[in-house]
Each structure stands twice: as C-alpha cells, then as structure tokens.
C-alpha cells in the first residue's frame, strides 16, 4: 500500500522549512520508526521517520526544497521492499536486495552498502570493505564511496607520459572559493542580531569577578556533589543562581519591551546560550529560582547534547526573560554580548585568567574574570545596570550570599 510521506505540522510560530537531508533514497528499503529526512526550520531540525516497514517509493520534495506544515514531500511502499514492482523482475530484484543483502552482510561482517552506493563502486571497481561508512549502523553511502574515489584520485602518483588530456589542476596562486546557501537557522539568527542592534539603545558595562572562592568550592565538594547527584559540579550553575538573585532586586532587568508597554516578569527563566554546528542556539531553564545547583547543571548538559543533535523543542527554545552566554570555552578574555530580543539585557562570562592583583595591600596572583552586561537603555538606566552587574560579583565571590540572599 502506497502512503504519502508529510512534513510535520510546524508550531505556530514557524511558517515553512527547508528539506535538509534525505536519509533513504527510492527503493531503499526502511524499517519502521526509522528516520528518513530531515525538515530544517529557523528554529530546530524536525525529523520524519518511517511509518512502517517498506521502502521509500518517490521523493517530490529535494533536498534545498521549501516545504509548508503537513505538506506532501514523498510517497513511501508499506510492506516487503520487493513488492513495489512485483511485474518486474530486475526491480523486484534491486528491492528485495538491500533487506537480504544487509543480513548476509552483518553476518559475515562485510561492509553494508545502500543500493546507490553499490553501483557507483561497481562502476569503479572499489571494494566495498575499504570504505569506510558514515551511514546508520555503518552504512555506506554513496557519498561515501563517491568521497573514497576522489580521494584515490588525488592521491595517485602523476603519469610522466599520458595519451589522454591531462586533468586540469588548480593553478599556483588561484583562490578558490565555496558558496553555499545560509540555512534556515543561521539566517534566522542573523536577522534577530541586526534586529536587536537596529530597535535597541544597546550599552555594555563590565566588571570582574575573582573565582577564586568559587573554584575553591568546587575543589572541595566536586567528589561528594559527583556522588549524590551523578553529574559534575560547573560554574554556570552558580552564574545562573547568582543571576536569579540579582535579577529579584533589579526587577528592569528582568522585564522585556513589548511595543510601548515595559513587561515586567514575576518568574526568572534564564536561557544558556549553547554553539553548535548550525549555529548558536538558547534553551530556557525555566524557573530558576526553583532550581538547585544539580539541576541546572543536569538541565544545560541535557540541553547541550540535545542542541548537538539538533532535537531542541521549540517549547524548550521560546521564552525566556534574560540571558547568559560563556565565550570563555573558547578562550574570550572580554567581549560585548547582543541582546536576545525581547530581553533587555544579556550577561557574558569569559575566560578565567590569572592575573596578578592588589589585595589588602599586597599584589596577589587571582583566578580573575570579566564579566559583560550588555542591556537596552531604553528600559534600564546605567545605575541599575552597573549595580546588577556588581551584585553578581559579590554573590560570585561570596557564594554564602546566594544562600542568605544578602
């Protein structure tokens, strides 16, 4: 029985996406729940699986295509792998290979190979074992393969004496170049940072926070904090605490600008700023005020492998009421954050440095860091931006302070 394969209905706040990647070409067979394609959005990756076992009977919409919520991207056979075509015997034979050819093959430990992938290499006598896949479960694409004669190419001594035309090489001195589309994501993102400069009177202020009463902390209960709640003990729990705290006595901080109304918000919901390969991505922790240490740092672990993997939720990326972003996993000794519209203000961690400074009178070598708060002046004055800032600092460098809320 042949079925039509959708895209998924897009939340509210997502008017169409892009087809990403196709994981199964026509005539690959598919098992049931198995992922298929990817739909890109300006805000998460959706996947579509497989509704039953079968194979993939046409694709409408390719790879770069826009689509529409639920709209048709390609038509899926239920049902044996050869019993698409069962009036012709070649085709009935290329699609019951792929279910029985797998098996022998995992069985016998030689490499698996998609259909596509097996004609290319037979087209240039490759040996499948010597590719090495990138599929699911090893599968060998035809990519793959594709990769693996360019690279035999390449890597092929030079002929002294050829009868054919020579290959055209790249000339000393060329520079090549590469263009791509940006994705959905990228220019989503690109278009909420010119936005946030472009609307907001954005000011950056900076302060700097000895760590050291922090990482003596950590030092002291990391083994026992590991013991009791399986997961290490990081310093972006302890800016989020500090943040919750400041942004209880500076509620403008933690209020948003909606038209010509000022929105102040009686919760804290803190996102993380998290970098992946599409691109910068905030998930929320939602009431932070609720939250221990173990479980921020247990929620931004889950949150980073999700954003890896591209499986953040829009409901796990939509609200929030302020920011905070570390550019110090990158080495940043200082920089000025860009809000995250509608929010007002953004704080930046950097780098910890050891610098050397003046303590009661004497110079001492500390665990130094600056801290960035960018906000928009439109709705925080500089004396409550700088006095926020410096709350921080002191919670940070007195950590009792969160717990007596002093």
């Known amino acids: 029985m042949s079925t039509e394969i959708k895209a998924p209905v897009f939340p509210e706040s997502v008017a169409e996406g892009t087809v990403a990647t196709w994981h199964k070409q026509p005539g690959e067979a598919c098992s049931r729940d198995e992922l298929i394609v990817d739909i890109e959005t300006d805000k998460v990756v959706l996947e579509v699986v497989a509704p039953a076992d079968g194979v993939i009977e046409e694709i409408v919409k390719g790879e ?15 049902g044996a792998a050869g019993e698409s075509k069962p009036a012709d015997n070649k085709s009935g034979e290329k699609e019951e290979a792929p279910k029985q050819e797998e098996a022998s093959q995992a069985s ?21 074992n010597a590719v090495k896949g990138t599929g699911k479960d090893g599968r060998v694409t035809k990519e793959d393969v594709q990769s693996y004669v360019d690279g035999k190419k390449s890597a092929a001594p ?20 590469k263009r791509v589309p940006m994705t959905r994501l990228r220019a989503s993102i690109a278009k ?49 605490k500090a943040a919750t705290e400041a942004l209880k006595r500076f509620p403008a901080v933690n209020a948003s600008i909606d038209g010509n109304d000022m929105v102040y918000h009686g919760y804290q919901d803190i996102g993380v700023a998290v970098s992946t390969d599409r691109g910068l991505v905030v998930p929320v922790l939602r009431d932070s005020d609720a939250m221990g240490l173990a479980d921020i740092e247990k929620k931004i672990v889950e949150y980073g492998t999700k954003a ?6 829009i409901d796990e990326m939509t609200g929030g009421t302020f920011t905070i972003t570390n550019g110090g996993i990158f080495g940043s000794l ?22 050397p400074m003046a303590v009661n009178g004497q110079v001492e070598i500390l665990p130094m860091m600056y801290l ?33 809320d002093v």
Do not use: C, W
């Open 308 to 313: 890896k993997e591209g499986k953040l939720g």
């Open 372 to 404: 960035a708060l960018s906000y928009d002046h439109r709705m925080i004055d500089g004396k409550e931006a700088v006095q926020f800032l410096v709350a921080i600092k002191e919670m940070l460098e007195d950590p009792a302070r969160i717990l007596l």
């Open 108 to 128: 016998s430990g030689e490499a698996i190979l998609s259909p596509a992938a097996r004609k290319l290499a037979e087209e240039n006598n490759v040996d499948p």
């Open 158 to 177: 030079a002929k002294p004496a050829a009868t054919e035309m020579p290959e055209v090489n790249v000339a000393q001195g060329e520079r090549p170049e």
């Open 334 to 355: 200082i920089s000025t954050p860009i809000l995250n519209p509608p929010q007002t203000a953004i704080l930046g961690m950097h780098k910890i440095q050891e610098r």
């Open 64 to 78: 770069g295509d826009t689509v529409e919520s639920g709209e048709v991207i390609g038509k899926f056979k239920e």
């Open 192 to 240: 909420r940072l010119v936005e946030a400069q472009q609307t907001a009177a954005m000011l950056t202020t900076f302060n700097e926070v000895n760590m050291k009463p922090i990482m003596d902390l950590r030092k002291q209960y990391q083994e026992s904090f590991v013991k009791r709640h399986g997961i290490k003990l990081g310093f972006m729990s302890f800016f989020t």
